[in-house]
Nanobody, 124 residues
Framework: QVQLVEPGGGLVQAGGSLSLSCAAS????????MGWFRQAPGKEREFVAC????????HYADSMKGRFTISRDNAKNTVYLQMNSLKPEDTAVYYC?????????????????WGQGTQVTVSS
């Protein structure tokens, strides 16, 4: 079992930066692929980024490439999402997710555990 807690989030102006973190409990974290997803009002949940269990490989949705960076620290059981050059359309609830597998990509069905979500609002 893995429990995920996401402090952070908040309000930022367009063009600004924000860093999200997700702290995991449970012994499976270091062998779990991790992902970030987001959901805007009235829209479906969409993939943001993912990282393999070692952190050696990352993948991003096209609209996030070059602006967002996912990373992890297995010693701290934490995964991070650094968001730069934020746009109003990045406004959403952001969710951290963990997979039972060491490899997982953009399909939310590949993830078994989810955080409660944290609100990110980008003002224009």
């Amino acid at each position: 079992q893995v429990q995920l807690v996401e402090p952070g989030g908040g309000l930022v102006q367009a063009g600004g930066s924000l860093s999200l973190s997700c702290a995991a409990s449970g012994r499976r974290f270091s062998s779990s692929a991790m992902g970030w997803f987001r959901q805007a009002p009235g829209k479906e949940r969409e993939f943001v980024a993912c990282i393999t269990w070692t952190g050696g490989s990352t993948h991003y949705a096209d609209s996030m490439k070059g602006r967002f960076t996912i990373s992890r620290d297995n010693a701290k059981n934490t995964v991070y999402l650094q968001m730069n050059s934020l746009k109003p359309e990045d406004t959403a609830v952001y969710y951290c997710a963990a997979s039972r597998s060491r490899l997982a990509y953009g399909d939310p069905h590949d993830y078994d555990y989810w955080g409660q979500g944290t609100q990110v609002t980008v003002s224009s």
